[in-house]
Nanobody, 125 residues
Framework: EVQVVESGGGLVQAGGSLRLSCAVS????????IGWVRQAPGKGRGGVAC??????????YYGDSVKGRFTISADAAKNSIYLQMNSLESDDAAVYYC????????????????WGQGTQVTVSS
């Protein structure tokens, strides 16, 4: 059974920071691409960032709107990825979903096989 569980959402002031966590199980972490996708009410889903841990093929991707502000990282020992969000803006408020692509590098196209339930990020101005 593949499981994707994200956590760490909450309320933060604009300009503040928050770190999201995502633990995955049931898959080979090293073979997977894992990322973050967000969705706000009335808006479509938007890719935030993704990462492939493999040292041979390791790479990261960031959506244009978060480049320079968010950082994605991975900890293979914990089968987890993290999203450090800095300089948060009102437009960053959304439900953040962690998602897993077990087949390879498809996250730049927001293509994933498994999804978590989401964690809410609220930004106050």
């Amino acid at each position: 059974e593949v499981q994707v569980v994200e956590s760490g959402g909450g309320l933060v002031q604009a300009g503040g920071s928050l770190r999201l966590s995502c633990a995955v199980s049931g898959v080979n972490f090293d073979d997977s691409t894992i990322g973050w996708v967000r969705q706000a009410p009335g808006k479509g889903r938007g890719g935030v960032a993704c990462i492939r841990h493999s040292r041979r093929h390791g790479q990261t991707y960031y959506g244009d709107s978060v480049k320079g502000r968010f950082t994605i990282s991975a900890d293979a020992a914990k089968n987890s990825i993290y999203l450090q969000m800095n300089s948060l803006e009102s437009d960053d408020a959304a439900v953040y979903y962690c998602a897993l692509d077990a087949l390879g590098w498809r996250c730049e196209r927001d293509e994933y096989d498994y999804w978590g339930q989401g964690t809410q990020v609220t930004v106050s101005s």
